[in-house]
């Protein structure tokens, strides 16, 4: 996988084991304790209210506090869903899980940007004298205000600059530190204004569930940038070679330095920190293009698509690397499979690599098919070792190219269903599993174009990701 900000769509069963050799335990809980355990905090708030709050107020006034409670702790919680916790992530993939945070976080915007105009108008800020209970009030200080207001402003910034961070003028590093420091303070004002002017959340029990939230994202962000880089200073790996291999395409070479503390199942990808501390900020996800056989090397294809990536020729030879991961589950290993199909767009070559080398290296006996698209010859990765598997493995490989050289005599345009439809028709190729990777349009055409032609979509494991500025 490129320098990507990774979103991958799984949708295969887990099923028994097909004879591969047995990668890393997966970790993690199961999908629905996950739901479950999610809904129970998110509304914990609300039941906490419930049991132990004043007379009721206006429904207008319950519904605008609802919606400040339901969006607070959704906020909190992205803290956890964003930090690569394989506790999270690890059945059902880091890919949904960040799918997850983005959804939740426009959410809990929607819920806390709404919130304030829904009290009943004409309610006073602070109770009067005929008011005991604080039924007519806000219960609003001016502390309580600024932060309100801060953080209301904050978060609508975060959010909006999040899903435009492409268009930033300046790095992706920049925006992720910025990104976590900001949402913590987002969650630290919040809190203030919470415990200050919230009638439920004067409660001690709720005050304490907000105070316990805040203190699990503070550790958030310090497993993060710092305990987690330093757990990685005891497993490094040395950068072997850096080779261009293809146009505007890569492989870099690592080797353990402490051979036998890493492992990871083919089709896996890491966020790989090169030639620099594990405690900078600049990372990359990279899929890793070698089998699991072949450690304590390690490679990766990459292509050219952004600042860092257009600098690989730069690394020294010799230099640390860390490896964050591994995670996701484009993996072949615990799935039912009669024969494989792997269409690959460009760069999408790297986990397919790892698939077959690995197949090859346990002596897969299965059919394979390998659908490979790219614009022009010289873009092809690994051509003679990919024949060479051909006659290892029971493998058959189609190259589509865009753009044709004089006496092509392969297949010519598009990853399109008229071209798949020729070689992946069904029932001949019923009872296998279609891996896809490449840019999202193609996965997109390709996806449409395997359900019409009869594929279940169970049966499809597609990787998406889209290139971010290096």
Known sequence: MAEARLVRFEAEREAPATGTTPGPRRRGLPGALLVV???????????IAALRGGPPRPWRDELATGLALLGFVVLFLEFLLSGRFRTISGRIGIDTTMRAHQLLARTALLFLLVHPFLYTSGLQPFPMPSDATGRTSLGLT??????????????????????????????????????????????????????????????????????????LAAFTLVHVYLLRPFGL?????????????????????????????????????????????????????????????????????????????????????????????????????????????LIAGGVGIAPMLSLLRQAAAEGDRRPWLLLYGNRHVGQIVHGDELEALASRLDLRIVHVLGEPPEGWKGEVGRLDRELLARHVALPAMAGRLFFVCGPPAMIDTVERALVGLGVPLRHIVAERFRYDRG
């Open 37 to 47: 355990l999610y809904l129970a905090l998110v509304l914990a708030p609300l039941a």
């Open 142 to 215: 001016g502390p309580s205000i600024l932060t309100g207001v801060a953080a209301w402003i904050l978060l609508a910034l975060l959010v909006v600059l999040a899903i435009g961070r492409d268009q930033l003028p300046f790095r992706y590093e920049a925006w992720r530190a910025s990104h976590g420091l900001g949402a913590l303070s987002v969650a630290g004002l919040g809190t203030h204004h919470a415990l200050e002017a919230g009638r439920y959340s004067a409660d001690p029990w709720l005050a304490g569930f907000w105070l316990v939230l805040l203190a």
């Open 233 to 341: 200073l005891a497993r490094p790996w040395r950068i072997d070679s850096v080779e261009r291999i293809a146009d505007r395409t890569w492989s870099v070479r690592l080797v353990e330095e402490h051979p036998g503390r890493f492992r990871f199942r083919a089709g896996q990808f890491v966020w790989a920190t090169l030639d620099r501390s594990p405690f900078s900020l600049i990372e990359h996800p990279f899929s890793i293009a070698s089998a699991p056989a072949d450690l304590p090397r390690l490679e990766f294809v990459i292509k050219e698509a952004g600042d860092f990536t257009s600098r690989l020729d730069r690394l020294r030879i010799g230099g640390r690397g860390y490896l964050e991961g591994p995670h996701g589950n484009f993996t072949l290993e615990g799935r039912q499979a009669e024969g494989v199909v």
